[in-house]
């Protein structure tokens, strides 16, 4: 099990977000700091540090997540003109938290590359 996380204490209420979905598994949160018009974390109850750090026993909570993702992103109403997942690992792939989470993006056009 990972660290425990200001994402650990958001999933566990101790720490208050403007949540948009939770279920036993899965919490999905408004980012403060938001980088598209919508930006929404979605997050496993359960800390794993990364995706690098996943076994094959969390196959299923990790499908979890992202059908999660894709149930806000219709809620939301971003399956109309189309939405980014993304996922950090590490340092050098953007990690600045170390509980796996995947970033909502949506309401404008998405570039590629990414910057």
Do not use: C
């Not at 566990?12 to 974390?41: M, Q, W, Y």
């Amino acid at each position: 099990m990972g660290e425990e996380t200001i994402f650990s204490k958001i999933a566990k209420g101790e720490i208050p977000a403007t949540i948009v979905h939770e279920d036993d598994e899965v919490v999905a949160f408004r980012d403060i700091s938001p980088k598209a018009p919508v930006h929404i974390l979605v997050i496993p109850r359960r800390a794993i540090a990364r995706i690098d750090a996943a076994a094959p026993g969390d196959a299923g909570l990790l499908g979890r997540l992202l059908l999660a993702a894709r149930d806000v992103a219709r809620r939301e109403g971003l399956d109309k003109t189309g939405y980014r997942l993304v996922i950090n690992n590490g340092a050098d792939g953007g990690e600045t938290v170390p509980h796996l989470h995947v970033h909502l993006l949506g309401g404008r056009a998405m570039g590629w590359p990414p910057g």
